[in-house]
């Protein structure tokens, strides 16, 4: 008897065996696979019982086999390393070749999941792509559910359709599918007999002629003519209508085919289908950036702000003193605009010394300046409160990107904080750099061209946040950390145990964006300026990467936004700064409320900084979790250097995971270090990438606030006037096809799943029950776990309510909520029947912690 399973799991529940009882029947079952939850005690290697020992080892050792010949199957558990051979497709020729990230000098990178897929027949150093986009090697504890991939494919079909489908010219649905609509509305206030038809006919005439007017859309966006809908209008309002409420139609047959080279099949042939069955009303909410103002998005201070809160707030750093040339050239520049006939001779380089500065002081105060920002640069010359985006390293790239349609520059933004540490941010500068050429200064006084100018620090900056900041600093780099657990840890490993909720369908995900998004000619390279060379940049900046920075309060000094704590000073708790709404922090008791409060190792040099400020309560909630639960098992400094399974799995992190990146880890020797290490791990799983990825629709679902490529360069001052800056503009920004699929995508990615579990809602005890000797110990602080980050969702509301913040809020009216930690929100339901009855979420909401990266 044969048994063909055709569920996409090999899944077994039962047999029904019926036949004649006179004859006998023998079969065998190969595999049975329970979901019944089992007891596990955890133990220390040297504390496993004598009878477990071998266990032990084998269990690890079948995860480690490796299957030398042959594609491998669904049900093979083979946990294995493989460098980034599978992103190219060197068979469609040249232009579809890609370098092999990984394992060379020239191109380092993380290392990822064997996929067990043939390699290329032309080439062996190259893996072979599965058959499907849906259909690849994930070791069965690492797939997702069939639930959320479904999900998952359902948000992008809706996505694709939302944005991309073209709006219907024909008339109103309503009117197509009850035509005699008007007639029965008639009919409902006036008896049949006092109307006649050609009444009804009259009626229907001033209806048509009010839908041929120029009707405000939804969201009060541009005025759509339903008459003559190719009427020009501009390019701002053209977008908005992309996010407007109306009717759509079946893809024009030029997006259809660009979408055939980008979207799985799968996808595109749901999409197509969907269209077909019939004409679609579709609705989006307006990214948050232009939902209160539509032109908040161009002022200089949100600009700024931007860089402390908005998608990508982990690149700016402290201008040093050592480096303050470009700050000099700004403001000699900007001295020059009002009186170049006064300007001081004053040496521009960095060892300017304090009687020039005094020198400049004078001036500066004996002279009523038109330009009151010159008097803030040189302040913030002196009182070192100047910061710098800095993309200079995009330089000797350029000349590679450049062409096809695209035009970038190399940046550096120079930005002053000016008042008190709560103080936003003011750009001052943006250079733009071309290889070959002298850096071209602009400042705000270009008008014009300081707006071009931005949008070339925004392009730049979104490449960076895709492709490093999100990308390869959260889903590449935890990958080796996955393995590694997998491999060197068993499952009654008390730390296996701990990471395990933050490994949640992670190496699926990765998976899946190298097939669809990160492979050549797929979404990303389409979309970014980088094109082809966008994961050569992200190898090129795995350079820089090191683990021990990776600690948010290592990062935050390292980049110069915080600065050590002298710990002989009174630390006020973090709330002490907000005057809180006595009426709104009081429990149903009517008790005071916990307010966490944070004795933390950093003082941040801005204390409006939200990403910082919010980040390190977290990190440090998260940080006292791991200590206590450590402390379960871990008494002392031997206990650690003695665990034989987490220096086996420390050493193959550092020597076959990240291999190729020798700098920047620290032994494991040390109760404390163990701790350093798991809390990062769970920060950048958790917090970080929470940070850099929920946010994308509110900010980049408005391209012109943050576009992904530019075609033209800045123009010259006299090429460019009032008349010609929206066509100007339009031709700058990406085409609209590009637009439209870059918001769909950022839509699909900043969507929370309905199976989601977030930061401090299951405990580990509660994933696999755990021997009453440790369950109600871990219980209980895993419990404080909770609490702290139920103060610490407090402590964000209270920070939000306060409106002298401004970079919590901002121009665009935004309050600050992407590390708000949502422990709240209620917990997926398990059973499909619960499942089924469960309202499914529609909004994006820009807050919540996942305990995964699993988007």
């Known amino acids: 008897m044969t048994l063909k399973n055709t569920l996409s799991k090999e899944n077994l529940r039962s047999i029904a065996v019926l036949g004649s009882p006179f004859v006998p029947l023998d079969y065998l079952l190969l595999f ?136 219907s010219t024909l008339p109103h649905l309503s009117d197509r599918e009850c035509p ?136 700016i750093r402290h201008l040093k003193r050592e480096e303050l040339l470009p700050l000099y050239e700004v403001f000699y520049k900007m001295w020059d605009y009002e009186s170049p006939e006064d300007k001081p001779e004053v040496q521009l380089d960095n060892k300017i010394n304090q009687s020039q500065l005094q020198n400049l002081k004078k001036v500066l105060q004996g002279k009523k300046h038109k330009q009151p920002q010159l008097l803030d640069v040189y302040l913030a010359v002196v009182n070192e409160r100047a910061f710098i985006l800095d993309h200079h390293y995009l330089e000797q790239f350029l000349t590679m990107i450049n062409g096809k349609g695209v035009c970038a520059y190399a940046t550096r933004t120079i930005l002053i904080a000016t008042g008190s540490s709560s103080a936003t941010l003011q750009p001052v500068g943006i250079e733009l750099s071309l290889p070959g050429d002298s850096p071209r200064l602009v400042l705000p006084q270009d008008t014009l061209l300081w707006e071009f100018a931005k949008f070339h620090v925004a392009s730049n900056d979104a490449a960076y946040h895709q492709l490093v900041s999100h990308w390869l600093h959260t889903h590449a780099v935890v990958e080796p950390f996955i393995i590694a657990t997998r491999r060197r840890l068993s499952v009654m490993h008390p730390i296996h145990r701990l990471l395990d909720p933050h490994f949640k369908d992670t190496l699926h995900i990765n998976a899946l964006a190298r097939a669809i998004f990160l492979n050549a000619g797929g979404i990303l390279e389409t979309l970014l300026f980088t094109g082809e060379y966008s994961m050569e940049l992200s190898s090129h900046l795995y350079k820089e990467w090191r683990f021990d920075k990776q600690a948010l309060p290592e990062d935050l000094l390292e980049r110069g936004m915080a600065k050590l704590r002298v710990r002989d000073e009174v630390v006020s708790g973090p709330m002490e700064q907000v005057e809180r709404d006595k009426s709104s922090n009081k429990a149903a008791t009517g008790a005071e409320q916990k307010m966490f409060e944070v004795d933390a190792e950093v003082e941040l040099v801005l204390e409006d900084y939200p990403y910082a400020k919010d980040g390190i309560e977290i990190w440090t909630a998260i940080e006292t979790w791991v200590t206590e639960y450590c402390n379960v098992f871990y008494l002392n400094d031997n206990d650690v250097k003695e665990d034989e399974e987490i220096q086996e799995w420390w050493n193959e992190i550092k020597t076959r995971g990240h291999e190729d990146r020798k700098e920047g880890w620290y032994d494991i020797n040390t109760f404390e270090s163990l701790v350093k290490a798991l809390t990062t791990l769970i920060w950048i799983t958790s917090g970080l990438h929470a940070a850099v990825n929920f946010g994308q629709y509110g900010y980049g679902g408005w391209p012109p606030n943050r576009p992904m490529l530019l075609r033209k360069f800045l123009p010259n001052e006299e090429d460019i006037n009032e008349e010609n800056i929206l066509k100007f503009v339009e031709e700058m920004l990406p085409d609209k096809f590009q637009m439209k699929l870059a918001i769909a995508v950022m839509d699909l990615l900043s969507r929370h799943t309905s199976n989601e579990v977030y930061l401090g809602q299951t405990s580990p005890q509660k994933e696999r029950q755990l021997i009453e000797d440790h369950e109600s110990i871990i219980q209980k602080k895993f419990k404080e776990f909770r609490e702290n980050l ?53 909004d994006i909401n820009e807050r919540g912690i996942p305990n995964s990266i699993s988007i």
């Open 32 to 167: 049975v696979f329970t979901a019944k939850t089992t007891r596990i005690q955890l133990y220390l290697p040297k504390e496993t019982p004598q009878g477990l020992v071998e266990l032990r080892k084998k269990e690890l050792q079948k995860l480690q086999a490796s299957r030398p010949k042959g594609e491998w199957h669904l049900w093979d558990r083979i946990y294995d390393y493989d460098v980034y051979n599978n992103l190219g497709d060197p068979k469609n020729g040249r232009l579809y070749d890609r370098p092999v990230l990984g394992g060379s000098t020239k191109f380092p990178y993380p290392r990822r999941l064997k996929m067990g897929h043939p390699n290329c027949q032309h080439d062996h150093s190259r893996e072979s792509g599965p058959a499907s986009c849906f259909q690849f090697y994930v070791p069965p504890d690492e797939r997702m559910s069939d639930e959320k991939l479904q999900e998952l494919k359902n948000n992008f079909v809706e996505a694709l359709i939302r944005f991309l489908a073209p709006e």
């Open 790 to 842: 139920e103060a610490i969702e407090r402590n964000i509301k209270e920070r939000n309510k306060e409106y002298i913040l401004m970079n919590r809020w901002g121009f665009a009216k935004i309050p600050y909520k992407l590390l708000y930690p949502d422990t709240s929100k209620p917990m997926p339901p398990i059973s499909k029947e619960k499942r089924k009855h469960q309202p499914e979420k529609k």
């Open 180 to 315: 005699d609509f008007v007639t029965k509305v008639a009919h409902f206030f006036v008896p049949k007999a006092a109307i006649s038809k050609k009444d009804v006919r009259f009626i229907r005439s001033i209806i048509d002629f009010c839908r041929k007017l120029k009707l405000p859309s939804s969201h009060g966006g541009p005025s759509r003519s339903v008459s003559d809908p190719s009427e020009e209008q501009d390019i701002f309002e053209d977008i908005i209508g992309f996010c407007a409420d109306k009717e759509v139609e079946e893809l024009d047959d030029s997006d259809k085919q660009r979408l055939e080279k980008l979207v799985p099949k799968e996808i595109l042939n749901q999409v197509v289908a969907t269209l077909a069955l019939k004409r679609q009303h579709v609705s989006a909410q307006l990214p948050s950036i232009v939902a209160e103002d539509k032109f908040a998005w161009a002022e200089d201070k949100e600009f700024g702000r931007q860089m402390l809160a908005g998608t990508n707030p982990v690149r």
